[in-house]
């Protein structure tokens, strides 16, 4: 069974960090490319970062440019994201989701969600003092 789980996520104060994980199971993730999407109440879901599989490259939706890193390690079958500098609007549902690179060779912030294949079932990042 392909399935995606997040952790990580939780409580912190205003410019703390967090790293969320997004482990694979059943499935080899490096062969997909990752996305880091997020959802808040009352709001649609919008592209937070993501990393390529075919060149590694990583993309970043400006409002965290700067303060997230999306890393993977392979061989863990994860992809982080690293958030620094939190603030209170980043609170929201985190979720990851996965797309076969034999499927689509690129990926950018322009892929939407409807492209990926795989989703988690999110992690909860609340951003308050």
């Known amino acids: 069974q392909l399935q995606l789980v997040e952790s990580g996520g939780g409580l912190v104060q205003p410019g703390g960090s967090l790293r969320l994980s997004c482990t694979a199971s059943?499935?080899?993730?490096?062969?997909?490319?990752i996305g880091w999407f997020r959802q808040a109440p009352g709001k649609e879901r919008e592209g937070v970062s993501c990393?390529?599989?075919?060149?590694?490259?990583?993309y970043y939706a400006d409002f965290v440019k700067g303060r997230f890193t999306i890393s993977r390690d392979n061989a863990k079958n994860t992809v982080d994201l690293h958030m620094n500098s939190l603030k209170p609007e980043d609170t929201a549902a985190y979720y990851c989701?996965?797309?076969?690179?034999?499927?689509?060779?690129?990926?950018?912030?322009?892929?939407?969600?409807?492209?990926?294949?795989?989703w988690g079932q999110g992690t909860q990042v609340t951003v308050s003092s």
């Open positions: 990393i390529s599989s075919s060149d590694g490259n990583t």
């Open positions: 989701a996965a797309v076969d690179s034999r499927r689509v060779t690129k990926v950018t912030m322009a892929l939407g969600p409807s492209e990926y294949e795989y």
């Open positions: 059943g499935f080899t993730l490096s062969l997909y490319s």
